[in-house]
């Protein structure tokens, strides 16, 4: 009787270190343009394109939704941040400081959203709170929207990781 030799499993410290690597990479990038109307409590509507890192395609979606927090009743902002992990999912809650410039944490289903947003209100400060959104399905694959060598290097490291 003859046995199949034991492979012995991958987690040499190599593979943890580079495991750790892969893990810190982000899966995308977002801009974001979003616009509100309001006074406490607002309705929003933004248009978001994404530059998944797995792929190199960049992809748009809108969303819609309501914000509970302080609007300044008109306002605006421009985002960015960087996703990990995916979703299937077309439900979202962000989370926004009320400055001019402030971070915001996203999540939808399994992926999270990290980023910096800059924005401009009629009324006083930016508005900032809680937002809860329902974006269409994303649409479009085309090539292109890295903006800086850094976006061509954690496209090259995703691909490494994979």
């Given at each position: 009787?003859t046995?199949?030799p034991?492979?012995?499993?991958?987690?040499?410290?190599?593979?943890?270190?580079?495991?750790?690597f892969?893990?810190?990479?982000?899966?995308?990038?977002t801009?974001?343009?979003?616009?509100?109307?309001?006074?406490?409590?607002?309705?929003?509507?933004?248009?978001?394109?994404?530059?998944?890192?797995?792929?190199?395609?960049?992809?748009?979606?809108?969303a819609g939704?309501?914000?509970?927090?302080?609007?300044?009743?008109?306002?605006?902002?421009?985002?960015?941040?960087?996703?990990?992990?995916?979703?299937?999912?077309?439900?979202?809650?962000?989370?926004?400081?009320?400055?001019?410039?402030?971070?915001?944490y996203?999540?939808?289903?399994?992926?999270?959203?990290?980023?910096?947003?800059?924005?401009?209100s009629?009324?006083?400060?930016?508005?900032?709170?809680?937002?809860?959104?329902?974006?269409?399905?994303?649409?479009?694959?085309?090539?292109?929207?890295?903006?800086?060598?850094?976006?061509?290097?954690?496209?090259?490291?995703?691909?490494?990781?994979?």
């Amino acid at each position: 009787m003859t046995s199949d030799p034991v492979v012995p499993p991958k987690n040499g410290i190599l593979t943890t270190v580079a495991q750790k690597f892969c893990s810190a990479i982000p899966d995308a990038r977002t801009i974001t343009l979003d616009a509100g109307a309001g006074g406490l409590g607002s309705v929003h509507g933004s248009v978001t394109a994404t530059l998944d890192y797995k792929t190199g395609l960049t992809s748009f979606s809108a969303a819609g939704g309501f914000q509970v927090g302080w609007n300044g009743v008109l306002s605006g902002q421009f985002s960015s941040g960087f996703v990990y992990g995916s979703s299937d999912s077309n439900r979202s809650v962000s989370y926004s400081g009320g400055a001019a410039v402030s971070p915001y944490y996203s999540r939808s289903g399994n992926a999270r959203e990290f980023g910096l947003g800059v924005g401009v209100s009629l009324l006083g400060s930016v508005g900032g709170g809680r937002t809860a959104s329902v974006s269409t399905a994303s649409v479009g694959a085309v090539p292109g929207l890295e903006v800086s060598p850094l976006e061509y290097l954690l496209e090259f490291a995703k691909q490494v990781c994979k």
